[in-house]
């Protein structure tokens, strides 16, 4: 019962095919992801929303990792999320953006560059996401902090 990728970036593929602010970001989004999909060296279950707020230390001490995407696909996208977390302006921060995607490469396999552009698309992912009715405050806040996380890090990686 696992969400394979190409499903979860569904909502990404059809806001690149409708116009509006976000097009021109979305096809550049969804042209990384098809290509990210279409390369996969392996698929693996994934948490798929693997960010601070949803790993928690127990009173027991122990690390338990909660609210699950289940997903299945690339290693990589399984820390996509963290690069747009917990929110503020140290999200722009060159060194921090290049550190966590040399941390995470070797540990799951793959370049840094690979985690970065995982990451710029499932900036974009959540900016479609965000668009969907209804519209709330918070999902304003999203799509403008989310376009600028993709938008960074699209600035990185070109």
Known sequence: DLVPL???FRCLFELAEQDGPHREMANWAAAEAR??????TRQIPLHGDLHHD??????????????PHGLIGDPAYEVANIF????????????????????????????????LRFAGVHAAVSI??????????????????RAAVAGFIRSLIA
């Open 6 to 8: 190409q499903r979860h």
């Open 35 to 40: 290509d990210l999909l279409t390369h996969q």
């Open 54 to 67: 949803n790993v928690l230390k127990g009173v027991d001490g122990i690390w338990r990792v909660i609210d």
């Open 84 to 115: 747009g977390n917990p929110g503020g302006p140290h999200l722009f921060a060159p060194e921090r953006v290049a550190a966590l995607a040399e941390v995470f490469a070797p540990v799951l396999d793959c370049s840094p560059l690979r985690v």
């Open 128 to 145: 479609a996401w965000s668009l969907r009715p209804p519209q709330s405050p918070e999902a304003v806040e999203n799509i403008r902090e």
